[in-house]
Structures are given as structure tokens and as C-alpha cells.
């Protein structure tokens, strides 16, 4: 789901000196640096709250995991910060090269795969109350959460295997993928970087954007219908806290998962390229600016802003996250509703 990892080493000095190019770095670092800054304070403050203020429950468990994820990617941004900054040289070494990149797929992978199984786990719960009830437990939740983290590790792991350090005749180093230990010729490596480009942006596309959205779409249509079927559109946060919170993910990723693709069907096109390192860092910029919203939207889409203002922001991301055994009785069809069940409608982030 990152970026545009091809190699930066041929790249013309003429597009860095253009002043298009340079307001538009300026832009997105200055986007990166929000993102940052808010990323680190907000999910820090959901993992506090979520992970040692709560009781464990399900829905606590799967917004820590959440928050764990936003917060690891928002971690690194201050490298890739730097190799803006440098012309996309990269000054960290080998290691951090590797771990860094490695860091950031994992977690945007993993962060939309669990948006997906919150979306599913909601969509259970509101379709099965009884189901969720009798079978829906922390013990459970907690195995099955690994999931998403496995699947993104595994996606993630064309990383490990072709991303490195390199250097270009001017001596500078590139974080980048490299094929040269990949084919004996020129055009067998080159077959290989074709390969390994096209895999890697369709996975990102269909595995990492369009799979787990459908999901989340086709999940919300279902909760949308069995609360509007109950008559509770007017008095359901929940589905308007799902609404902002899948609204967000796709305005944010849409655009720079389909330049991204475009880049890989249009490689060889000079004037499309030219066009996509001009405009990628913004576009990867309001992609990653994602991140840092999730608890802005646990705490203040719900209720009324200024109720929220009086509660200190603990307190808010406790109430946002916390069950609510009323809603659910009402969505429910006024079934019973003990805390596991409660859970079902609290679909806030």
C-alpha cells in the first residue's frame, strides 16, 4: 500500500528545480508533519484509553489494534520526511531502510484489513444477536485479529526480499527496489522489475483498497437496511460514526491507490511519469493523513461537538468506544442486550 518504490537514481534534476514541484513538496511535508504530530498524540490517546482505561472487550480489542496499527505508520513518517527533504536520498543505512518500509506496509495493509473485520465483526452482530451473544468473546476475538496481521506480513514481503540500499555515480544512496541479483541480462532483470511492479500494484489495489472497501460496503448496506428497517435512522451515532469513519479511509486512499496503479499500466509513458513524481508525494500525503483521524472521528462525530468540549478527552474516547446497551436494544428489535451483544451497534471508528 506505500508508495512509489521504483528507483529515484535516474531522475531528472529539472523536475526537483521546478517550482510546481516544489510547492507541491512543501505542501505535503507540511501535511506529513500534521500527520505526524496529531497521529502520535491521538492513537497514543486510544491506545491508553482502549487498552488501559477499558474493560477488554471486542470492540476495545479491535480499535487498540487499529490504533496500534495508525500509530506505528505515523511513527516513521519523520524518515520518510527526511528523504523528502533530501531528494528522496536515504541517509538511515541497510537496516532502517528495509525496517522502516517494512513498518509502514504492514501497518497501512493492516489498518484497512481491520477497518474490514470491524465492519464484518458489526454486521454479525447486528444480522445474529444470538449468535454474538453465545459465541462472540475476547478469547475468540483475540485469535482471529491475528489474521489481518498475518495477511498483511505476508503481503508486505516483497519487501524483504527486493527492497535495499543503492547508490548512484554521484554517490548518493536510495532506499529502492533492486533486481540486479534477479537475471543474468539486462532484459531478464527488467522482466523481473515488470513482474514485480505489476504484482505488487495490483495487490495494493484489488487485496489492499478494493477487496477490504467492498467489504465495508457491502457490510454497512446490510446494517444500513436492518436499521432503517427498525426505524432508527435518525438516532443511530453508531452507523454515522461507521459512515465517517469509511468515508474517510476512501477519500483519503482512493486517489493515490489509482495514480498508483495508473503508474504501473502507464511505466512507460515519459509524460505520465513525469506528471506522477510531480503529483505522488500529495496525493501519498492525503492518503497517509488518514492515520491521524480516527480519533478525531471517535470523539467528536457521535454526539453534539460542544458536549464533547465539557468532557475531558479521555472521557470522550471512553464514551465513544464503551458499549451501549441501550442502541443496541433498540436496533435490535428491543432483543435482549447483555455487554456482548450491546457491542454490536457501537460501530464507532
Known sequence: METNFSSPLNRSEMLYESTTYTILQYFSLVV????????????GLVIWVAGFRMARTVTTLCYLNLAIADFSFTATLPFLMVSMVMKEQWPFGWFLCKFVYTVVDINLFGSVFLIAFIALDRCICVLHP?????????????KVIIAPWILALVLTSQIFIFLTTASDRNGNTYCAFSFASWGDTPEEILKVAITVSTARSIIRFIIGFTAPMSIVAVCYGLIAAKIRKKGMMDSSRPLRVLTA??????????PFQ???????????????????RIFVNPLRSLAFFNSCLNPMLYVFVGQDFRKRLIHSLPASLERALTEDSAQTSDTTAKAASPPTVAESQKMSG
Open 130 to 142: 444470538v449468535w454474538a451473544q453465545n459465541h462472540r468473546t475476547v478469547s475468540l476475538a483475540t
Open 258 to 276: 489509482v495514480i498508483a496503479l495508473l503508474n504501473t499500466l502507464w511505466s512507460r509513458e515519459s509524460l505520465f511519469q513525469q506528471k506522477y
Open 245 to 254: 469513519v469509511v468515508a474517510s479511509f476512501f477519500l483519503c486512499w482512493f
Open 32 to 43: 506529513f508533519g500534521v500527520t505526524f504530530v496529531l497521529g502520535i498524540l491521538g492513537n
